[in-house]
């Protein structure tokens, strides 16, 4: 570790200065109203980059799949808030999607059984076939029902609709439905190299918002389900200022909560084995520590926060629509708060998360003055006519920005602006 | 002056140092055997010749020129060839591929090496399209022998060829490189069997905790009582 | 008899064209993985890249009324594919090389490659706008429509289609030959096989890296151009098509070429296969069956075409990792 990027407690409070700072020029020019909602999105994605900065800085997992993460959160999110469909519940509706959920954990102890198959003897070609006929079968069934059941309800109710829960629960159960699809990407991916979990990552969260998209049975598919309900009173009358206050205390009060659990986990011994285990996997393994298990668990925890987070910020914009869930917003956004705030640092991911998101929505407007500059000039200089798409093509600058910042980042400050500290025991 | 001169070597794997101040010298056509306990430094020596580690002090001479802390795909022009310990061969490479591989930096025509290597070890021209992963151990080792020769190198460092071979395999180990000797290659090699190694050898060296402690001839320290007991076993 | 000719027409055609594409695509990543040792992420923006460099050639060419008995975006694809390596080897030298050579982890290099791909579809939307291209810039694409033999359904390939076909064919031989009978061929196979040991004996890694790089960047310019030219240039292509080469890379085992081959037309024809509606072949049999057909019977539903390859993907990491064809034990 180079000496100029020791961790020091200086640099940590001149950095929070000048972000407070930041926030101040902000609220003072662009107003409290706007000012309070970038502040809250910034919040939401504080805690997407806890989420991260644990699977990457503890444990070196590289998770491509966050925007898939907080997609399912957020539809989960939504089900369980969104007000009823009594359309759906005095149809077959219910009945349909009870025995589809009777039928799916069937089909799970089955795949599970033809799995574990040889515990009881059985050799392994024996074990293939019986593992390729029962995940057949678990296909065919399910794939059958699922194709019945939404013709039905979309007949019948347009879609399943929610079931009116506090927006608590709501955001509890998006975490609990991340951290299950995590364990299973986990599970599998895990033992094996960091690549594969990229690449895995990656598939899931196409797979997720395709699955959403389509599901209209289920989440309304791009139709959008709007408006989502807050845990605090939504602004009435243009009363922005108090219902945006108080949802920003919510997620304030949120990121200290998952702060400090963190500080306390990275110092308790469990924390320790995860940093021991991401500097030496070998050393750590031939100790007897169980690495896959570890990693596991922090994957896991990774991808609740992930949800939760994500169920946060798409509740604040009131409106769940599964093309919404992008990439570059919420996956690589998240990574160059990341490792541009330090990796391995739970301040830097929230001071990164902060200063990037600002700086992400300052560039939008940023770019496009800048090209009307441009296809201006362009014109009365060269003669140039500028293409009609201009304002969709200037925003792809951003994509080429926070690609440009991941690699500089990578290349020229590895351990991002706060470096994590060197804990000593 | 000798073919190869390392003096006062320092050296080690990022801040752990292992070797300090290591000495050792052969001539043009000798065979020099390095032994010592476990964890004396014996085979970071020979990676420390191949540029495989970071070299903190003492120079390394070769042939006149000054080879220290060069990259291991330059010291292969300069004919010297290394035989690691494990992953010798290019297991998914026929052994014919194998040896091609090994007059990589070879430009002008090295058949006649190629037909010299299979006179050397019969087994392979047999096997020649066969990959080298696929052979016995003892096969194996002739092949990463065999890859080594194809540069006509005129020093090789083996790094305990005869590790995990049967006894019968072993003295033919020795037999071979008695053989490569004789063809005018000098040779440098780590042997657990120090007894056996010794036997073959001009110089031997001993090293313990990353230094040199006996430094003579091969027979000289095998009668050496002192040697013998802390260092051969009695 | 139609029905049949149906089934070749949507069924093992459209499986052998994009199973082409994604044997293309795999060969290199599977080169890269195996010689660089990590997941190449561009490898998708490469092919636009590819594609879109054909293009601008292609415009060239006809704006310079050059007329040839060639789809004109077929002849400019060679030159294209040399534009492509030497860019590939550039990002290699700006982006990778330093990370390398500092001695960064195999997923700091997959970080780096993610920049990389958000870079390359950031400028290639900033120039090229974000609409659909038709690569055909002269005239429009031939279609060849071959009667068969009982059937009054005629087997339609069109010219692109045979062009990629034959592509393909000539690429994986000159591969093959290229492999094990030159000398940087082997020397490749040699440092994917065992790096260390390619190092002690001397081979130029330099090198082998340049012959990865044009080979990985060419093929993804043909790709990425020839199945522009089957449908058409979409700037989007980028992770859509990185899951099923990845799939078929690690199908056919990493480091592993004639893997990836296989591996892609494995992933391609069970993406077909599985959307294909096979209620159509048993249709003619419909008085004999003990059942009524439904309407539908595709495996997967079109909309979910994507699932294939996840699938395919998740099932051999958890029961065979190292692929089918036995790649590098990781």
């Not at chain 1, 799995?115 to 074990?127: E, M, P, T, V």
């Not at chain 1, 200063?355 to 496009?368: C, D």
């Not at chain 2, 003892?138 to 460092?157: C, D, H, N, S």
């Not at chain 3, 492999?179 to 790096?195: E, F, H, I, Q």
Request: charged letters at 15%; one cysteine or more.
């Amino acid at each position: 570790m180079s000496g100029q990027n020791q961790y020091s407690v200086m640099r940590d409070i001149t950095l929070f200065a000048g972000l407070g700072v930041l926030i101040l020029i902000i609220f003072l020019t662009q107003g409290s109203v706007y000012s309070l909602r970038m502040l809250v999105e910034a919040g939401c994605y504080a805690i997407l980059a806890l989420g991260l900065t644990i699977q990457w800085g503890y444990a070196g997992l590289f998770n491509v799949g966050v925007m898939g993460f907080i997609a399912a959160g957020a539809a989960s999110s939504m089900l369980i808030t969104f007000p009823r469909n009594p359309e759906f519940w005095n149809s077959a509706g219910p009945e349909l999607v009870a025995v589809f959920i009777v039928k799916l954990i069937a089909c799970g102890v089955l795949v599970w059984l033809a799995n574990i198959s040889n515990r009881w003897g059985i050799g392994g070609k024996l074990r293939a076939l019986f593992i390729a006929v029962a995940i057949a079968v678990a296909y065919l069934v399910l794939s059958d029902h699922m194709s019945e059941m939404s013709t039905q309800i979309e007949k019948a109710s347009g879609w399943m609709g929610g079931l009116g829960l506090p927006v608590a629960v709501g955001w509890i159960v998006a975490g609990i439905v991340a951290g299950v699809i995590a364990w299973f990407v986990g599970k599998i991916c895990l033992g094996l190299r960091a690549d594969y979990l990229a690449i895995a990552t990656l598939g899931i969260a196409q797979i997720i918002k395709h699955f959403l998209k389509n599901a209209d049975w289920l989440t309304h598919g791009t139709l959008s389900v709007s408006p989502l309900p807050w845990p605090v009173p939504k602004p009435a009358d243009g009363e922005f200022l108090l219902a945006r206050a108080s949802y920003l205390s919510i997620v304030a009060i949120a990121i200290v909560i998952i702060y400090l659990l963190l500080q306390r986990a990275y110092h308790a011994p469990w924390g320790r084995m995860m940093r021991a285990i991401r500097d030496n996997e070998n050393a750590s393994a031939s100790m007897g520590k169980n690495v896959n298990g570890r990693r596991l668990e922090i994957f896991v925890l990774g991808c609740i926060l992930m949800g939760f987070g994500g169920a946060m910020l798409i509740h604040f914009t009131s409106i769940y629509d599964p093309s919404g869930f992008i990439d570059l917003n919420h996956t690589f956004l998240v990574w160059v708060m990341v490792i541009l705030g330090g990796s391995g640092n739970n301040r830097g991911a929230i001071f990164g998360a902060v200063l990037v998101y600002i700086i992400w929505v300052m560039s939008e407007p940023l770019a496009l003055t800048l090209f009307e500059f441009i296809g201006t000039y362009g014109k009365a200089w060269f003669d140039w006519d500028p293409p009609s798409d201009l304002n969709s093509r200037a925003l792809q600058m951003r994509v080429f920005v926070i690609g440009l910042a991941i690699t500089l980042v990578l290349r020229f400050a590895p351990q991002g602006v706060l470096p994590e500290k060197q804990a000593r025991h | 002056m000798s073919l190869l001169d390392i003096t006062d070597l320092e050296a080690g794997y990022g801040q752990m140092s292992i070797l300090k101040g290591v000495n050792m010298s052969l001539e043009a056509g000798e065979i020099g055997v390095i032994v010592g306990p476990n964890g004396a430094g014996k085979s970071t020596t020979l990676k420390a010749i191949f540029g495989m580690l970071n070299i903190t002090g003492g120079a390394i001479r070769f042939d006149g020129n000054d080879i220290t802390g060069m990259r291991s795909e330059k010291l292969a022009e300069h004919r010297i060839a290394f035989v690691p310990q494990e992953n010798n061969v290019f297991a998914s490479l026929s052994v014919h591929e194998n040896l091609e591989m090994g007059a990589y930096v070879r430009r002008d025509d090295f058949s006649d090496v190629l037909d010299h290597v299979y006179e050397i070890f019969p087994p392979l021209k047999e096997k020649r399209d066969q990959p080298a992963g696929e052979l016995s151990g003892g096969q194996r080792q002739m092949v990463a022998f065999g890859r080594a020769l194809m540069i006509e190198p005129k020093l090789i460092l083996l790094d305990e060829p005869t590790a995990g071979l049967s006894p019968m395999f072993m003295s033919q180990i020795f037999d071979r490189v008695i053989a490569i000797n004789k063809t005018g290659v000098t040779v440098a090699m780590v042997e657990q069997n120090a007894k056996q190694a010794l036997a073959i050898a001009h110089k031997g060296f001993v090293l313990a905790g990353g230094q040199n402690s006996y430094t003579d001839s091969g027979q000289n320290l095998l009668n050496n009582p002192e040697v013998a007991r802390s260092f051969l076993g009695g | 008899m139609n029905e049949f000719v149906f089934f070749l027409n949507k069924g093992l055609t459209s499986g052998l064209i994009i199973g082409s594409i994604y044997a293309l695509g795999a060969i290199g990543v599977t080169l890269i993985f195996g010689i660089l040792r990590f997941a190449h992420f561009a490898h998708g923006d490469m092919m636009t890249l590819g594609a879109f460099v054909t293009l601008i050639l292609t415009a060239v060419l006809a704006a310079m009324g050059i007329v040839l008995p060639l789809p004109l975006a077929f002849v400019a694809m060679f030159p294209a594919m040399i534009i492509t390596a030497v860019l590939a080897i550039g990002l290699d030298r700006v982006f990778y090389k330093p990370l390398r050579q500092a001695g960064a982890k195999p997923v700091i290099l997959v970080m780096a490659s993610v920049g990389v791909t958000l870079m390359l579809q950031g400028l290639i939307r900033l120039f090229a706008g974000v609409r659909s291209r038709n690569m055909f810039v002269e005239a429009p694409k031939e279609i060849f429509q071959i009667p068969f033999p009982g059937a009054s359904r005629k087997l339609v390939i069109t010219e692109p289609q045979v062009l990629l076909i034959l592509f393909t064919i000539i690429a994986v031989i000159a591969l093959h030959w290229f492999l094990t009978r030159s000398r940087l061929g082997k020397a490749m196979r040699a440092v994917s096989d065992n790096p260390d040991l390619a190092k002690i004996t001397g081979i130029n890694t330099n090198h082998v890296v340049w012959a990865t790089w044009i080979i990985g960047g060419s093929l993804a310019c043909a790709a990425g151009t020839l199945l522009s030219m089957d449908v058409t240039l979409k700037p989007d292509l980028s992770f859509n098509i990185l899951l099923p080469i990845f799939a078929a890379t690690i199908v056919g085992g990493i480091g592993q070429p004639y893997g990836a081959i296989a591996g892609g037309f494995l992933v391609g024809f069970c993406e077909s296969l599985a959307v294909f509606n096979w209620a159509i072949l048993l249709r003619p049999f419909k008085d004999d069956l003990w059942f009524e057909i439904p309407r539908n019977m595709a495996l997967v539903p079109t909309e979910y075409k994507l699932m294939v390859p996840f699938l395919i993907l998740i099932i051999v990491l958890i029961y065979r990792p190292t692929g089918i064809f036995k790649g590098r034990v990781l």
